[in-house]
């Protein structure tokens, strides 16, 4: 089965620093990576996606991740930090069986200090 | 404009009294998936639906119950109420082609 952990429930930043946020999964099946943002009082959206090809996967905002299949590590890092991602981010990996699934992580919420 | 929307975003309601949350999607998906938002869970798929007419359990589908009779629509029956119930529940939608899934705005629903 695949699974996604998040390191980190709460992450805090200073406005202007480095954005770490860390992605484990499993997967018997090559992996196709999703990063979802939320923002307070609102649905999920798209941030960035790896399914094939290059590793390193720009997003919206300056947001990317990298995908390291031999760390089975899907970080997503941005080098400034906006007050305006302060929000909740979820790691998820596509699910084998039908229904194209995806399965979540339980999200990191980030806070952006000044 | 590409949507999915859902109905109401809020709701309280008591124990045992039925409700119906709605979901609508204008992109022609063929999936279509409700989920519940827990702190410190994460999200948890109920149902999803392959097509029209074409349902399945989720991780926790106890309690609920969903129809698609059409390719658009994807309600939420909880038929019998709960506290445990309570939760933000998120509606999405995706196509074959894809794994990118589309989200609703959110219900957040309270049971009293």
């Known amino acids: 089965a695949q699974s996604v952990t998040q390191l980190g429930s709460h992450v805090s930043v200073s406005e202007g620093a480095l954005v770490l946020l860390r992605c484990n999964y499993s997967?018997?099946?090559?992996?196709?990576l999703f990063w979802y943002v939320q923002y307070p009082n609102q649905g999920l959206q798209l941030l960035l996606k790896?399914?094939?090809?290059?590793?390193l996967v720009k997003g919206i905002n300056g947001f990317e991740a990298e995908f390291k299949k031999s760390e089975t590590s899907f970080h997503l890092t941005k080098p400034s930090a906006h007050m305006s991602d302060a929000a909740e981010y979820f790691c998820?990996?596509?699910?084998?069986?039908?229904?194209?699934?995806?399965?979540f992580g339980t999200g990191t919420q980030l806070k952006v200090e000044l | 404009e590409a949507q999915v929307t859902q109905n109401p975003r809020y709701l309280i309601t008591v124990t045992g009294k039925k409700l119906t949350v709605t979901c609508s999607q204008n992109?022609?998906?063929?999936?279509m998936s409700w989920y519940r938002q827990d702190p410190g869970l994460g999200l948890r798929q109920i149902y999803y639906?392959?097509?029209?007419?074409?349902?399945d359990k989720g991780d926790v589908p106890e309690g609920y119950k969903v129809s698609r009779k059409e390719k658009r629509n994807f309600p939420l029956i909880l038929e019998s109420p709960s506290p445990n119930q309570t939760s933000l529940y998120f509606c999405?939608?995706?196509?074959?082609?894809?794994?990118?899934?589309?989200f609703g705005p959110g219900t957040r629903l309270t049971v009293t």
């Open positions: 998820a990996v596509r699910a084998t069986g039908g229904g194209n699934k995806l399965t």
């Open positions: 997967s018997s099946v090559p992996p196709y």
């Open positions: 790896y399914t094939t090809g290059a590793t």
């Open positions: 992109m022609n998906h063929e999936y």
């Open positions: 639906s392959m097509n029209v007419e074409v349902t």
């Open positions: 999405a939608s995706w196509p074959t082609s894809s794994y990118e899934q589309y």
